[in-house]
């Protein structure tokens, strides 16, 4: 059975910083890149930022540029996502996908991070 677990949310001030991991396990082809998306409440899923497990530059949404990294692990099937300097608008759940030559590997249950102002 595929897994995407997501952790590291929180409830952190505006201007503070948060960690997110997300693992990847069961059986399934190789991964070619992880993303992570978020979603505020009353909004569709959007894109933050996604990485070619097999490494080059990453891609990240204009909201959140210079502010966000994202890092993985090949060898562990896991990706990172550093946020810093976050705004109230960060407020949302995040999730991590990965992409295989078969296809997406499905959602987790995503990891709710909130920003007070």
């Known amino acids: 059975q595929v897994q995407l677990v997501e952790s590291g949310g929180g409830l952190v001030q505006a201007g503070e910083s948060l960690r997110l991991s997300c693992a990847a396990s069961g059986t399934f082809s190789n991964i070619n890149d992880m993303g992570w998306y978020r979603q505020a409440p009353g909004k569709q899923r959007e894109l933050v930022a996604t990485?070619?497990?097999?490494?080059?530059?990453?891609n990240y949404a204009d909201s959140v540029k210079g502010r966000f990294t994202i890092t993985r692990d090949a060898a562990k099937n896991t990706a990172y996502l550093q946020m810093n300097s976050l705004k109230p608008e960060d407020t949302a759940v995040y999730y991590c996908?990965?992409?295989?030559?078969?296809?997406?590997?499905?959602w987790g249950q995503g990891t709710q991070v909130t920003v007070s102002s």
């Open positions: 990485i070619f497990i097999a490494g080059g530059s990453p």
């Open positions: 996908n990965a992409l295989t030559r078969d296809g997406p590997l499905g």
